[in-house]
């Protein structure tokens, strides 16, 4: 066993079929969701109870440090998804798919089909219910692509919307919305996320489809809920969003840690494990 392999899960890896009866089971659990883009993230989490990793275009913003999502690329997304899929083989893995690889109907079947075969996914995200996606939709899920819809701030259009704000907060907007959410449960997905979405509205829309509905900055009274990894254990300088409350401080831990270990550097030398090594070694 190499020093890089994966330990296996014991938990049963979840399917589309689970997920499609989760509103069947009057005691059901939350479904559990996060963002991942790297091996060893992906390792941690192959180990947890952990229900669903999604490779999200957010690693334009927390990876790539691009400004917003829409600067990512298909390419760059089949990088790390692949990279997630070999750390965590036991996981029900979803591939965002990015801006502009699904702006046309021919373009977006063929670039779903590329990034769930490629990362060996169980199924692809796209933001929106326009009717060109509500069409790659049931192509792709006839075609044995399950996917995931994605409703309320769509930060791949993010210029159209006019900004990141909450959705549903006036009656044209909840219709719209709950329009959305049936048409996407009508096009075939297996579940929504909902994201930025007043909380009654949520869980209006929650009530109405009969596909769970995946949280962010929707309210408790949704069937799970998603977040950002690097917000929820804080791998930036900069705050979190407000819905998104931090579990740790690895910013200012991991900066510590290294403060520490360059004071370290200019301390007399001392038979430590690096000189140890470095003596083998020669
Ligand atoms: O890209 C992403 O991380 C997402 C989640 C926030 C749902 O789409």
Redesign the pocket.
């Known amino acids: 066993m190499s020093s890089y392999s994966t330990i296996s899960s014991t938990v049963k890896k979840l399917t589309t079929r689970d997920l499609r009866n989760w509103k069947k089971n009057p005691i059901r659990p939350q479904i559990s969701?996060l963002?991942c883009y790297d091996f060893q993230t992906a390792q941690l989490l192959n180990e947890t109870n952990l229900d669903i990793i999604?490779?999200?275009?957010?690693?334009?913003?927390v990876i790539l440090g691009y400004d917003h999502?829409i600067s990512v690329e298909l390419g760059e997304m089949e990088i790390f998804g692949k990279a997630v899929r070999r750390g965590a083989p036991d996981k029900f893995l979803i591939m965002?798919m990015p801006f502009g690889t699904y702006a046309t109907f021919n373009q977006g079947v063929e670039n779903c089909l590329r990034l769930f075969q490629t990362c060996r996914a169980e199924a692809v995200?796209l933001?929106g219910a326009f009717p060109h996606v509500l069409e790659i939709i049931s192509r792709i899920t006839d075609s044995g692509v399950p996917v995931m819809g994605?409703i309320g701030l769509?930060?791949q259009s993010v210029h159209a919307l006019g900004g990141h704000y909450q959705h549903g907060k006036n009656e044209a907007s909840r219709e719209r919305l709950l329009r959305e959410a049936q048409s996407l449960e009508k096009a075939g997905v297996f579940a929504i996320?909902l994201?930025c979405i007043e909380k009654n509205v949520a869980a209006e829309i929650t009530a109405l489809v009969t596909v769970p509905t995946?949280g962010?900055g929707a309210g408790q009274s949704v069937d799970g809920q998603?977040?950002?990894i690097n917000d929820l254990l804080k791998m930036g300088p900069n705050r979190p969003p407000k819905f998104c409350q931090p579990v740790a401080d690895f910013y200012s831990l991991k900066k510590e840690a290294i403060t520490q270990y360059l004071e370290t550097l200019n301390l007399p030398p001392t038979p430590t494990i690096h000189n140890e090594i470095c003596h083998l070694h020669s």
Do not use: F, Q, R, Y
């Open positions: 969701a963002t999604l490779v999200g275009d957010s690693l334009g913003n999502t965002d995200k933001e994605h769509i930060p996320v994201e995946i962010i998603i977040l950002v």
